[in-house]
């Protein structure tokens, strides 16, 4: 008998999950991450929910209730990019600002959770889970500020992280551990793509009914099949170009050389994506560079 394959999270979270029917599986993620039963109320439309054949970056803002029955705006999104900080602000402001009336008070603003589940090397730090939250102190008192508003005729107390977006950094890379929690459970699924028969997290047993790979039609696995297969193109890529303009940087033992290196590392990185097909515009969102400058890159790397 075959080994059960699931699907692994990001192609479910932008094609499957946005399924009503799914909505279980999300759910799950939520209530495990945030530590209380989230409800998805909707999937909000955005530019970033549009579906693209090249679109490897997955963006999925979802209109949630809490515990507390409070209404907020949850963005999850599967990010590649060089610029990733860039990235998670941009789309946090977006996820606020398309989805407020023009018109509309400010206190129709909606609270906004950003998890990002990041597949590739983040700087230093030995977590798997890191969590970013706004908070006002004071320099000299150290204490925290509360922010007095008045609404509906009442005087109100708010913290400004009841207000202010927090970030969620899942770097399923470091998770080397065995799973005996319901978030350790998600972070192994999150990173393997496997989901034991004994895993009981929220969401997970709904991920096992309903994201097995042999349940999709021969022409959405070669899909699936073709987007694993671009992840670790674009991975073993950027891991090369990465190391060469290292190892040229330190031969030079200069600063000179050090830019030099990163250079051609970038350099080679071009060369090698568009030796395998992949178009300027798509390595303009893998790095950050402008398109000119791949062009530019792409001819000093060409013998």
């Given at each position: 008998?075959?080994?059960e394959?699931y ?8 094609r ?26 909707e ?8 579906l ?23 963005e ?32 129709e ?18 977590d ?6 706004n908070?006002?102190t ?29 970030y ?45 790979y ?35 940087g330190?031969a ?12 051609e590392?970038?350099?080679s ?35």
């Amino acid at each position: 008998m075959e080994k059960e394959r699931y699907i692994r999270f990001d192609w479910a979270m932008k094609r499957m999950l946005r399924d009503k029917a799914n909505f279980g599986v999300l759910e799950g993620l939520l209530t495990v991450l945030l530590g209380e039963k989230v409800t998805i109320v909707e999937i909000l439309e955005s530019e970033g929910n549009q579906l693209y054949e090249d679109d490897k970056f997955n963006r999925v803002d979802v209109k949630a209730r809490n515990s507390k029955g409070e209404i907020i705006i949850v963005e999850v999104q599967n990010t590649r990019e060089i610029y990733y900080l860039e990235r998670i602000l941009y789309g946090v402001a977006k996820a606020i600002t398309e989805h407020i009336a023009l018109g509309d008070s400010y206190r129709e603003v909606k609270k906004v959770y950003s998890i990002s589940i990041i597949y590739f090397d983040l700087g230093k730090g030995k977590d798997y889970l890191y969590h970013g939250q706004n908070t006002f102190t004071g320099v000299h008192t150290n204490d925290t500020l509360e922010v007095t508003t008045r609404q509906r005729n009442a005087i109100l107390r708010k913290m400004p992280s009841e207000i202010f977006p927090e970030y969620y950094l899942i770097r399923v890379n470091e998770f080397n551990s065995v799973a005996k929690t319901p978030l350790e459970e998600w972070i192994k699924y999150l990173k393997t793509g496997e989901i034991s028969q004994t895993d009981t997290a929220p969401g997970l047993p709904e991920a096992r009914e309903k994201l097995r790979y042999f349940n999709m039609s021969p022409s959405e696995r070669h899909a699936y099949d073709e987007h694993i297969n671009a992840i670790m193109i674009q991975n073993d890529v950027l891991s090369n170009a990465r190391l060469e303009g290292l190892e040229q940087g330190k031969a030079e033992g200069r600063a000179e050389g050090r830019a030099e290196g990163r250079t051609e590392g970038m350099a080679s990185m071009v060369r090698m994506m568009r030796g395998r097909g992949v178009s300027a515009e798509e390595i303009a969102r893998l790095t950050g560079l402008a398109v000119e400058e791949i062009e530019r890159l792409g001819k000093q790397a060409c013998p």
